[in-house]
């Protein structure tokens, strides 16, 4: 167990350490998510009525959970390689906890996670965005995202070490979060969508629930049962998905 | 960490492989694999691509289980004992496995602590190795700048981390330049030297004929020859008559005039004819004789010793560096 805990930790540290020599690593962390923000607010935050919010009120928390979903696509896409450049068959012939490597590529997820939550809340409070909430609501706004995307992140890692190719990764991974975060009370109410859409985006996507608790605590909003449901899909997620990688890690092979 | 620490122990740094099967899906890799090296020595694996050799190193470094046979490998067993086996082997491959995005000093340095050292050792070795490498003026530049020699030297550094008394080195010289190949020879010699017991798998025949004691020819998933070099050279038979043709064309033509004097039938590629000749002595005579009187042209006559490219043609029908489809174990 400690063993995992160090493996864990420098595998962390290898994929931090890469950050600050891969300028377009941090544009995607930073630069992109702003620029989707001013998009939003400034092209679309007209048109879309949003009773009881201004628009970006009521978007932050939403594109902020988006953004925090896709985090895992460093995981996704930095497995892939470490599959083709035969990284992975040298970790396997290493005495070292077989988790370790994906729990320290999702753990330093966690980090960048938090750094392009902070980008975005920065952003969004410069152009207007108002906290309803105690320090206490905003701090679990912050749990609960940070929960949701290492969640998703053990989904990109399994999915990373499944695909032939980063290219794959990403187009694959895209296709499915895509229409996900869109399908959801992220960027417009979702009783403006066609019926079908909104009772998928009410009833089955978690993407809703977790935005939905996100308004609840940093807005003030009705929560229901939004912030426990996150919670339990955010767990539930991870019961799923994480074993599923470290099995798939476990008898996965160089890709060449 | 013990075993980063303590000497290499030889008398357990032993290789046995016994009637090793392994499948994807219908392919055979392996079908039923014998290999056996003794301590401090180089056993190495010759075969085309798509012969089995990257899946024999991967079944012996616990990175696959075999489907049936015995693997043992420093006195512990592959399979039941795979987690103790992991601290006392080092494996360098082909695809030199490096983080690019990390300096040389940062790479060994991980090693070592996944290896289990506290991190103030692993940086002493790391800097030992970089040392011993001849990459200490390299060591703090991540390694994508590194040229194919340096990152091959750095991964085979990555592998040496924790002194393991047995190496693998799956093809450590494909793709590099002569020089550098060259140089990787000088390491590999050095590191047996110290005692190390090495499994090298190689494509190149000169690589096997100069670094191995004992030779496994592996070819579509069996061991079809093993023996030391000059063995396996004896296999073949004695010298063999190399014609160079003028025209490449009457390759067959040599067949015909020279069947009365041959062993056994004739390989030609590239307008060079080869076969071994019943009787040695006025063999060129009586071969320029016969060429002449058939009106086969002839640049170039000679006696040669057989080198392991002939083994190799002998022992499969097949010359070794011609199949170039793609590894079977690679792309399942």
Request: net charge negative; glycine share 10%.
């Amino acid at each position: 167990m400690r063993r995992l805990v160090t493996d864990t930790l420098v595998i962390a540290e290898r994929n931090l350490v890469r950050l600050p020599r891969s300028p377009d690593l941090l544009l995607a962390f930073t630069v992109q998510p702003v620029m989707f923000v001013l998009l939003f607010v400034y092209v679309f935050g007209g048109a879309i009525s949003t009773p009881g919010y201004s628009y970006v009120d009521f978007l932050i928390p939403g594109i902020i959970v988006q953004n925090i979903a896709f985090g895992g696509f460093v995981t996704a896409l930095g497995l892939n390689e470490d599959l083709h450049k035969g990284l992975i068959d040298r970790f396997r012939s290493l005495p070292m906890a077989r988790p370790a490597v994906l729990a320290g590529r999702t753990l330093a997820d966690v980090v960048t996670n938090t750094l392009s939550v902070c980008v975005l809340l920065v952003t969004g409070l410069i152009i207007g965005f108002n906290f309803h909430a105690s320090v206490g609501e905003i701090l679990a706004g912050f749990g609960i995202l940070l929960l949701f995307g290492y969640a998703f992140s053990w989904v990109f890692a399994l999915l990373g070490l499944l695909v032939s190719s980063p290219e794959s990764a990403n187009s694959l991974g895209f296709i499915a979060v895509f229409p996900l975060t869109f399908i959801s009370s992220a960027f417009v109410p979702v009783q403006s969508m066609p019926a079908p859409l909104e009772w998928f985006a009410d009833n089955l996507n978690p993407f809703t629930i977790v935005v939905d608790a996100m308004r609840a605590l940093w807005l003030g909003a009705p929560a229901g049962n939004s912030i426990w449901g996150a919670v339990v899909w955010s767990l539930a997620i991870l019961a799923v998905f994480a074993p599923l990688a470290v099995a798939r890690y476990r008898k996965t092979a160089a890709l060449r | 960490m013990p075993s980063a620490a303590s000497p290499p122990t030889h008398h357990e740094a032993t290789i046995r492989v016994r009637g090793v099967v392994k499948h994807y899906g219908a392919v055979r890799a392996l079908d039923g694999v014998d290999l056996e090296a003794a301590a401090g020595t180089v056993l190495g694996l010759l075969g085309p691509n798509g012969a089995g050799k990257t899946t024999a190193v991967r079944v012996m470094t616990t990175l696959l289980k075999p489907d049936a046979g015995e693997i043992e490998v420093a006195g512990l067993d592959a399979v039941r004992q795979a987690a103790e086996l992991r601290e006392r082997i080092g494996l360098a491959g082909q695809y030199a496995a490096v983080d690019e995005n990390l300096t040389g000093a940062e790479n060994l340095t991980m090693v070592g602590r996944l290896y289990g050292m506290a991190r103030a050792d692993a940086k002493a070795r790391a800097a030992e190795l970089l040392d011993r490498f001849d990459l200490t003026d390299a060591g703090g530049r991540p390694a994508r700048d590194y040229s194919g020699g340096m990152r091959r030297r750095l991964d085979l550094a990555a592998a040496l981390v924790a002194r393991p008394p047995v190496l693998f080195l799956d093809e450590p010289t494909t793709g590099l330049d002569p020089r550098a190949r060259l140089a990787m020879w000088e390491t590999i010699e050095g590191l047996v030297a110290d005692g190390t017991t090495v499994l090298l798998t190689t494509q190149y025949l000169d690589e096997a004929d100069r670094l191995a004691d004992r030779i496994a020819v592996i070819d579509r998933g069996k061991v079809i020859a093993d023996g030391t070099s000059d063995e396996l050279k004896d296999r073949v038979g004695g010298e063999r008559l190399e014609i160079h043709l003028s025209d490449g064309a009457q390759a067959s033509a040599v067949g015909a005039a020279l069947a009365p004097m041959a062993a056994e039938a004739p390989f030609s590629e590239d307008g060079v004819v080869k076969l071994s000749v019943k009787q040695r002595s006025g063999a060129i005579v009586e071969a320029v004789r016969r060429l002449d009187e058939a009106g086969v042209g002839v640049d170039d006559v000679g006696l040669k010793r057989p080198t392991l490219d002939d083994v190799f043609l002998t022992l499969t029908g097949h010359a070794a560096e011609q199949r170039t489809d793609d590894d079977e174990e690679e792309r399942r």
